[in-house]
Protein backbone atom coordinates (compact mmCIF):
# COMPACT_ATOMS: atom_id res chain seq x y z
CA UNK A 1 0.00 0.00 0.00
CA UNK A 2 1.59 3.42 -1.22
CA UNK A 3 1.89 6.22 1.33
CA UNK A 4 0.40 9.84 0.14
CA UNK A 5 2.63 12.26 -0.59
CA UNK A 6 1.89 14.94 1.89
CA UNK A 7 2.76 18.85 0.32
CA UNK A 8 5.42 19.84 2.38
CA UNK A 9 5.44 24.19 2.26
CA UNK A 10 8.70 25.98 2.73
CA UNK A 11 7.88 28.97 5.47
CA UNK A 12 11.80 29.43 6.19
CA UNK A 13 12.16 32.34 4.03
CA UNK A 14 8.71 33.56 5.65
CA UNK A 15 9.96 33.36 9.60
CA UNK A 16 13.24 35.02 8.40
CA UNK A 17 11.29 37.97 7.45
CA UNK A 18 9.72 38.28 10.59
CA UNK A 19 12.83 38.03 12.66
CA UNK A 20 14.18 40.60 10.64
CA UNK A 21 11.51 43.11 11.07
CA UNK A 22 11.12 42.12 14.88
CA UNK A 23 15.51 43.28 14.39
CA UNK A 24 14.30 46.25 12.63
CA UNK A 25 11.71 47.41 14.98
CA UNK A 26 13.81 46.55 17.99
CA UNK A 27 16.78 48.35 16.70
CA UNK A 28 14.62 51.32 16.30
CA UNK A 29 13.12 51.13 19.49
CA UNK A 30 16.94 51.81 20.77
CA UNK A 31 17.70 54.27 18.77
CA UNK A 32 14.80 56.61 20.07
CA UNK A 33 15.57 55.47 23.83
CA UNK A 34 18.71 56.38 22.85
CA UNK A 35 17.60 59.40 21.39
CA UNK A 36 15.18 60.52 23.96
CA UNK A 37 18.05 59.51 26.78
CA UNK A 38 20.41 61.60 24.83
CA UNK A 39 18.21 64.89 24.60
CA UNK A 40 17.53 64.44 28.63
CA UNK A 41 20.77 63.80 29.23
CA UNK A 42 21.91 67.32 27.36
CA UNK A 43 19.06 69.05 28.94
CA UNK A 44 20.40 68.05 32.78
CA UNK A 45 23.85 69.52 31.75
CA UNK A 46 22.57 72.43 30.90
CA UNK A 47 20.65 72.99 33.45
CA UNK A 48 23.84 71.74 36.40
CA UNK A 49 25.79 74.36 33.92
CA UNK A 50 23.45 77.01 34.55
CA UNK A 51 23.17 76.62 38.04
CA UNK A 52 27.00 76.11 38.74
CA UNK A 53 27.65 79.55 36.78
CA UNK A 54 24.84 81.43 39.07
CA UNK A 55 26.39 80.13 42.44
CA UNK A 56 30.08 81.08 41.11
CA UNK A 57 28.24 84.16 40.08
CA UNK A 58 26.03 84.59 42.51
CA UNK A 59 27.21 88.05 43.76
CA UNK A 60 26.48 89.25 40.06
CA UNK A 61 22.96 88.98 40.43
CA UNK A 62 22.77 89.82 44.49
CA UNK A 63 24.45 93.02 43.29
CA UNK A 64 21.86 94.13 40.01
CA UNK A 65 18.93 92.22 42.15
CA UNK A 66 19.93 95.36 44.81
CA UNK A 67 20.75 98.08 41.88
CA UNK A 68 16.86 97.12 40.49
CA UNK A 69 15.54 97.51 44.18
CA UNK A 70 16.86 100.56 44.78
CA UNK A 71 15.81 102.20 41.81
CA UNK A 72 12.57 100.97 42.17
CA UNK A 73 12.48 102.45 45.61
CA UNK A 74 13.69 105.76 44.53
CA UNK A 75 10.92 105.70 41.63
CA UNK A 76 8.67 104.19 43.37
CA UNK A 77 5.23 105.83 43.99
CA UNK A 78 4.21 104.97 47.23
CA UNK A 79 0.65 102.61 48.09
CA UNK A 80 -2.14 103.57 45.59
CA UNK A 81 -5.21 102.29 45.07
CA UNK A 82 -7.31 100.86 41.68
CA UNK A 83 -10.46 99.87 40.86
CA UNK A 84 -12.86 98.82 38.43
CA UNK A 85 -16.43 99.80 37.21
CA UNK A 86 -19.08 98.11 35.33
CA UNK A 87 -21.07 100.35 33.52
CA UNK A 88 -24.45 99.37 30.87
CA UNK A 89 -24.39 101.36 27.88
CA UNK A 90 -27.99 102.55 27.00
CA UNK A 91 -28.02 105.43 24.73
CA UNK A 92 -24.66 104.68 22.90
CA UNK A 93 -22.72 101.73 22.07
CA UNK A 94 -20.46 100.39 24.62
CA UNK A 95 -17.81 100.85 21.21
CA UNK A 96 -18.14 104.62 21.34
CA UNK A 97 -18.13 104.63 25.19
CA UNK A 98 -14.67 102.72 25.19
CA UNK A 99 -13.11 104.45 22.50
CA UNK A 100 -14.08 107.98 23.68
CA UNK A 101 -12.85 107.02 27.23
CA UNK A 102 -9.77 106.02 26.05
CA UNK A 103 -8.59 109.35 24.94
CA UNK A 104 -7.95 110.10 28.58
CA UNK A 105 -5.09 107.77 28.92
CA UNK A 106 -3.64 110.03 25.44
CA UNK A 107 -3.80 113.26 27.86
CA UNK A 108 -2.75 111.74 30.72
CA UNK A 109 0.62 109.92 28.80
CA UNK A 110 1.84 113.71 29.14
CA UNK A 111 0.83 115.47 32.18
CA UNK A 112 1.18 118.88 30.95
CA UNK A 113 -0.33 121.69 32.44
CA UNK A 114 -2.74 122.11 29.47
CA UNK A 115 -3.47 118.45 29.42
CA UNK A 116 -4.03 117.89 32.60
CA UNK A 117 -6.68 121.66 33.33
CA UNK A 118 -8.22 119.65 30.27
CA UNK A 119 -9.01 116.18 31.89
CA UNK A 120 -10.41 118.58 34.95
CA UNK A 121 -12.21 120.57 32.90
CA UNK A 122 -13.49 117.30 31.08
CA UNK A 123 -14.14 115.05 34.38
CA UNK A 124 -15.16 117.83 36.42
CA UNK A 125 -12.43 117.50 39.31
CA UNK A 126 -9.67 119.81 40.35
CA UNK A 127 -6.31 120.02 39.11
CA UNK A 128 -4.98 118.49 41.88
CA UNK A 129 -6.99 115.09 41.51
CA UNK A 130 -6.26 114.76 38.01
CA UNK A 131 -2.51 114.83 38.83
CA UNK A 132 -2.80 111.80 42.02
CA UNK A 133 -4.68 109.98 38.60
CA UNK A 134 -1.93 106.90 37.51
CA UNK A 135 -4.21 105.07 34.59
CA UNK A 136 -7.37 105.27 32.82
CA UNK A 137 -8.92 102.80 30.85
CA UNK A 138 -11.76 101.19 29.21
CA UNK A 139 -12.61 97.70 28.30
CA UNK A 140 -15.44 95.19 27.27
CA UNK A 141 -17.09 92.88 28.97
CA UNK A 142 -16.34 89.46 28.00
CA UNK A 143 -18.53 86.13 28.13
CA UNK A 144 -16.74 83.34 28.45
CA UNK A 145 -19.04 80.40 29.16
CA UNK A 146 -21.84 81.37 26.08
CA UNK A 147 -24.45 82.04 28.77
CA UNK A 148 -25.08 85.84 27.77
CA UNK A 149 -23.83 87.16 31.12
CA UNK A 150 -20.51 88.95 31.62
CA UNK A 151 -17.51 87.25 33.32
CA UNK A 152 -14.62 89.32 33.28
CA UNK A 153 -13.64 92.72 31.96
CA UNK A 154 -11.13 92.93 28.66
CA UNK A 155 -9.27 95.34 28.09
CA UNK A 156 -7.33 93.91 24.38
CA UNK A 157 -9.15 93.59 21.14
CA UNK A 158 -8.36 90.57 20.66
CA UNK A 159 -10.77 88.66 22.85
CA UNK A 160 -13.73 87.62 21.79
CA UNK A 161 -17.38 86.63 23.22
CA UNK A 162 -18.14 90.38 24.05
CA UNK A 163 -21.52 91.22 25.72
CA UNK A 164 -23.57 94.03 23.49
CA UNK A 165 -24.13 96.88 25.51
CA UNK A 166 -21.59 96.32 28.68
CA UNK A 167 -18.32 98.07 29.41
CA UNK A 168 -15.89 98.35 31.99
CA UNK A 169 -13.53 101.29 33.68
CA UNK A 170 -10.20 100.64 35.51
CA UNK A 171 -8.99 103.52 37.36
CA UNK A 172 -5.95 103.67 39.59
CA UNK A 173 -4.44 106.92 41.40
CA UNK A 174 -2.29 107.65 44.60
CA UNK A 175 -5.59 108.50 47.05
CA UNK A 176 -8.83 106.47 47.12
CA UNK A 177 -10.52 109.13 47.11
CA UNK A 178 -10.01 110.52 43.74
CA UNK A 179 -10.93 106.69 42.78
CA UNK A 180 -14.18 107.03 43.65
CA UNK A 181 -14.80 110.62 42.54
CA UNK A 182 -13.79 109.42 39.03
CA UNK A 183 -17.02 107.49 39.08
CA UNK A 184 -19.09 110.75 38.64
CA UNK A 185 -16.07 112.06 36.80
CA UNK A 186 -16.52 109.67 34.04
CA UNK A 187 -20.54 110.48 34.16
CA UNK A 188 -19.78 114.14 33.67
CA UNK A 189 -16.70 113.28 30.74
CA UNK A 190 -19.30 111.21 28.70
CA UNK A 191 -22.06 113.80 28.98
CA UNK A 192 -19.67 116.67 27.82
CA UNK A 193 -20.26 115.03 24.49
CA UNK A 194 -22.99 117.55 22.92
CA UNK A 195 -23.58 114.34 20.50
CA UNK A 196 -24.09 111.62 23.28
CA UNK A 197 -26.44 113.99 25.03
CA UNK A 198 -28.31 114.08 22.13
CA UNK A 199 -28.18 110.57 21.96
CA UNK A 200 -29.87 110.25 25.21
CA UNK A 201 -32.36 112.88 24.75
CA UNK A 202 -33.70 111.33 21.62
CA UNK A 203 -34.24 107.92 23.12
CA UNK A 204 -36.02 109.05 26.29
CA UNK A 205 -38.36 111.10 23.89
CA UNK A 206 -38.71 107.69 21.44
CA UNK A 207 -39.76 105.86 24.74
CA UNK A 208 -42.08 108.56 25.71
CA UNK A 209 -43.64 108.45 22.73
CA UNK A 210 -44.04 105.10 22.40
CA UNK A 211 -45.73 104.89 25.93
CA UNK A 212 -47.89 107.64 24.85
CA UNK A 213 -49.23 105.68 21.75
CA UNK A 214 -49.52 102.62 23.91
CA UNK A 215 -51.77 104.26 25.99
CA UNK A 216 -53.58 105.61 23.70
CA UNK A 217 -53.75 101.85 21.81
CA UNK A 218 -55.53 100.84 25.42
CA UNK A 219 -58.18 103.17 25.61
CA UNK A 220 -59.41 102.83 22.19
CA UNK A 221 -59.73 99.00 22.72
CA UNK A 222 -61.06 99.20 26.24
CA UNK A 223 -64.04 101.83 24.60
CA UNK A 224 -64.15 99.25 21.86
CA UNK A 225 -64.82 96.22 24.60
CA UNK A 226 -67.01 98.36 26.41
CA UNK A 227 -69.04 98.54 22.85
CA UNK A 228 -69.07 94.83 22.32
CA UNK A 229 -70.29 93.99 26.32
CA UNK A 230 -72.94 96.84 25.89
CA UNK A 231 -73.98 96.95 22.34
CA UNK A 232 -76.53 93.84 22.00
CA UNK A 233 -79.43 94.00 25.00
CA UNK A 234 -79.62 89.93 23.92
CA UNK A 235 -75.82 89.29 24.82
CA UNK A 236 -75.84 91.38 27.94
CA UNK A 237 -79.66 89.41 29.07
CA UNK A 238 -77.69 85.98 28.32
CA UNK A 239 -74.64 87.02 29.94
CA UNK A 240 -77.02 88.33 33.24
CA UNK A 241 -78.58 84.69 32.57
CA UNK A 242 -75.51 82.55 32.93
CA UNK A 243 -74.13 84.23 35.63
CA UNK A 244 -71.88 86.52 33.41
CA UNK A 245 -70.39 84.18 31.01
CA UNK A 246 -68.92 86.43 27.97
CA UNK A 247 -68.26 83.25 25.82
CA UNK A 248 -71.92 81.77 26.22
CA UNK A 249 -73.26 84.77 26.90
CA UNK A 250 -72.14 85.33 22.95
CA UNK A 251 -73.07 82.10 21.38
CA UNK A 252 -76.63 83.04 23.45
CA UNK A 253 -76.63 86.19 21.40
CA UNK A 254 -75.44 84.97 18.69
CA UNK A 255 -78.56 82.25 18.59
CA UNK A 256 -81.18 84.69 19.75
CA UNK A 257 -80.57 86.48 16.77
CA UNK A 258 -81.59 83.51 14.34
CA UNK A 259 -78.14 82.35 13.28
CA UNK A 260 -77.33 78.68 13.35
CA UNK A 261 -73.13 79.26 13.32
CA UNK A 262 -71.90 80.44 17.08
CA UNK A 263 -70.24 83.55 16.57
CA UNK A 264 -67.93 84.73 19.03
CA UNK A 265 -67.70 88.82 19.10
CA UNK A 266 -63.71 89.75 20.01
CA UNK A 267 -63.24 90.88 23.47
CA UNK A 268 -59.83 91.91 22.57
CA UNK A 269 -58.38 90.79 26.89
CA UNK A 270 -55.27 89.66 25.42
CA UNK A 271 -54.44 92.46 23.00
CA UNK A 272 -54.72 94.53 26.07
CA UNK A 273 -53.18 92.69 28.27
CA UNK A 274 -50.33 92.65 25.77
CA UNK A 275 -50.45 96.61 25.13
CA UNK A 276 -50.37 97.08 29.29
CA UNK A 277 -47.01 95.01 29.38
CA UNK A 278 -45.53 96.83 26.64
CA UNK A 279 -46.36 100.24 28.26
CA UNK A 280 -44.85 98.51 31.64
CA UNK A 281 -41.58 97.50 30.60
CA UNK A 282 -41.61 101.09 28.93
CA UNK A 283 -42.15 102.51 32.03
CA UNK A 284 -39.15 100.30 34.09
CA UNK A 285 -36.74 101.10 31.37
CA UNK A 286 -37.61 104.46 32.07
CA UNK A 287 -37.07 104.44 35.70
CA UNK A 288 -33.98 102.25 35.93
CA UNK A 289 -31.98 103.27 32.14
CA UNK A 290 -32.93 106.41 31.22
CA UNK A 291 -29.94 107.90 32.00
CA UNK A 292 -26.91 107.84 29.26
CA UNK A 293 -25.14 105.12 31.12
CA UNK A 294 -25.94 103.18 34.17
CA UNK A 295 -23.56 102.03 36.58
CA UNK A 296 -24.04 98.79 37.54
CA UNK A 297 -21.15 97.95 39.71
CA UNK A 298 -19.63 101.06 41.03
CA UNK A 299 -15.83 101.92 42.13
CA UNK A 300 -14.58 100.21 45.13
CA UNK A 301 -10.55 101.11 46.04
CA UNK A 302 -8.23 98.76 46.40
CA UNK A 303 -5.06 99.72 48.01
CA UNK A 304 -1.61 98.04 46.60
CA UNK A 305 1.44 98.15 47.63
CA UNK A 306 3.35 99.52 44.64
CA UNK A 307 7.11 98.70 45.85
CA UNK A 308 6.52 95.59 46.30
CA UNK A 309 4.67 94.77 43.04
CA UNK A 310 7.50 96.22 40.99
CA UNK A 311 10.69 94.92 43.25
CA UNK A 312 9.09 91.68 41.71
CA UNK A 313 9.42 92.59 38.14
CA UNK A 314 11.97 94.38 38.38
CA UNK A 315 14.13 92.03 40.60
CA UNK A 316 13.55 89.76 38.09
CA UNK A 317 15.00 91.41 35.21
CA UNK A 318 18.22 92.65 37.22
CA UNK A 319 18.50 89.22 38.17
CA UNK A 320 18.95 88.39 34.76
CA UNK A 321 20.84 91.74 33.76
CA UNK A 322 23.22 90.25 36.27
CA UNK A 323 23.70 87.11 34.90
CA UNK A 324 24.25 88.78 31.36
CA UNK A 325 27.04 90.56 32.88
CA UNK A 326 29.05 87.70 34.39
CA UNK A 327 29.04 85.85 31.48
CA UNK A 328 30.11 89.28 29.33
CA UNK A 329 33.08 89.35 32.04
CA UNK A 330 33.86 85.82 32.09
CA UNK A 331 34.32 86.24 28.18
CA UNK A 332 35.33 89.63 28.02
CA UNK A 333 38.71 88.53 26.10
CA UNK A 334 36.55 86.83 23.37
CA UNK A 335 33.98 89.35 23.19
CA UNK A 336 36.77 91.86 22.73
CA UNK A 337 38.44 89.88 20.02
CA UNK A 338 35.17 90.05 18.33
CA UNK A 339 34.35 93.04 17.81
CA UNK A 340 38.12 93.67 16.84
CA UNK A 341 37.21 90.95 13.92
CA UNK A 342 39.14 87.80 15.87
CA UNK A 343 38.05 84.36 15.39
CA UNK A 344 38.43 83.07 18.71
CA UNK A 345 34.59 83.17 19.27
CA UNK A 346 34.24 80.87 15.76
CA UNK A 347 37.01 78.73 17.41
CA UNK A 348 35.16 78.02 20.68
CA UNK A 349 31.84 77.42 18.68
CA UNK A 350 33.66 75.04 16.46
CA UNK A 351 35.25 73.27 19.36
CA UNK A 352 31.39 72.82 21.18
CA UNK A 353 30.19 71.29 17.69
CA UNK A 354 33.20 69.24 17.68
CA UNK A 355 32.74 67.68 21.27
Known amino acids: MSEKQLPQHNNAPQELDLFEMFDYMLLKIKQFVRWVFGIAVTVIQIAVSLIAFIIRNIAWVLIFVLLGCALVWWRCLGDYYEAEMQVNANALSEAEAIAYINQLPKLLANKSEQ ?82 RQMAQSRVESLQAQKADLEEQIVRLGALQQLVYSSSTVTTLAANAMGGNAMGANAMGANAMGTNAIILLPLYHNEILGLRESSSRIDYTLATSAELITIVQPFSPLKVDSALELMKRWGSIFALLGLFAAFLWKYRAVVADTLKGGSQLRDMLANLKSA
Open 115 to 196: NVIAVAEHLGMSVSDVQKLIKIKAGYGVDLDGDGNTDRASYSQRDTGRVKGVFYVFVSATDDRVVVDMQRGIQAYLYSNPHF
